[in-house]
């Protein structure tokens, strides 16, 4: 069974840091993985899809890293603002239709 | 812009009340989900349609139900809520299942039982 695991569950920057969230997956068979963010009371947002046989994608400042070998994703947000606080979800997609998400890491940017 | 939609954004229902959640898109997807995610939690999958066919988890309680009359349209009916219903409905689309297509969400729908 697909398990799915996000760490730090909360992490707290000042403005202008480089910054990794980390996802990790215990079955390495996926078709893809994505990074969602999730704004307090909201939906959520696509911000990246990473393809099994990608090694990485790249949006503006965000940059998401797979490694499905090991089982292991990396969204990587350079040089953060405050508007970037959200809660981060990352999500793998296997041989069946369902999305299997982490927990989550909660992100503050403070100014 | 194609999208996922959900009405309505916020729903109040009484304990025992039928209530129904709307999904609509414009992606023309085959396949809609619809997810339940209570606070701090991740979303958890409580069924899909891939077109006309629907396929329910295996823990999704029987007070839920879902209605696809098209390829547009998705419903979340909840027969009798109780408390513990109270959460964020989220609806979501994928051009096919499995593979490798991405899913788009709509914005949820809240919901609160008094």
């Known amino acids: 069974k697909q398990e799915v695991t996000q760490i730090p569950a909360a992490l707290s920057v000042p403005e202008g840091e480089n910054l990794v969230l980390n996802c990790s997956f215990t079955?390495?068979?996926?078709?893809?993985l994505q990074w969602f963010r999730q704004d307090p009371g909201k939906g959520l947002t696509s911000l990246l899809l990473?393809?099994?046989?990608?090694r990485e994608q790249t949006s503006g400042r965000l940059n998401a890293s797979l490694d499905k070998s090991s089982g292991r994703s990396t969204l990587y947000i350079a040089a953060s603002q405050p508007g970037d606080s959200a809660t981060y979800l990352c999500?793998?997609?296997?041989?069946?239709?369902?999305?299997?998400f982490g927990t989550g890491t909660r992100l503050q940017v403070f100014p | 812009d194609a999208m996922v939609i959900q009405n309505p954004r916020y729903q109040v229902t009484q304990f025992g009340k039928p209530v129904t959640l709307s999904c609509s898109q414009t992606?023309?997807?085959?396949?809609m989900y619809w997810y339940q995610q209570k606070s701090s939690q991740a979303p958890k999958l409580l069924f899909h349609?891939?077109?006309?066919?629907?396929?329910n988890e295996a823990d999704t309680p029987d007070n839920f139900q879902s209605r696809r009359p098209n390829t547009s349209f998705c419903f979340l009916d909840i027969r009798s809520p109780g408390l513990g219903d109270a959460a964020m409905y989220l609806c979501?689309?994928?051009?096919?299942?499995?593979?490798?297509?991405?899913?788009?969400f709509g914005p949820g729908t809240r919901l609160t039982v008094t």
């Open positions: 349609y891939y077109d006309k066919d629907f396929n």
């Open positions: 999500a793998v997609r296997g041989n069946t239709d369902k999305l299997i």
């Open positions: 979501a689309t994928s051009r096919d299942p499995g593979g490798p297509y991405e899913q788009y």
């Open positions: 992606l023309n997807h085959n396949v």
């Open positions: 079955d390495s068979a996926i078709y893809n």
């Open positions: 990473i393809q099994s046989s990608q």
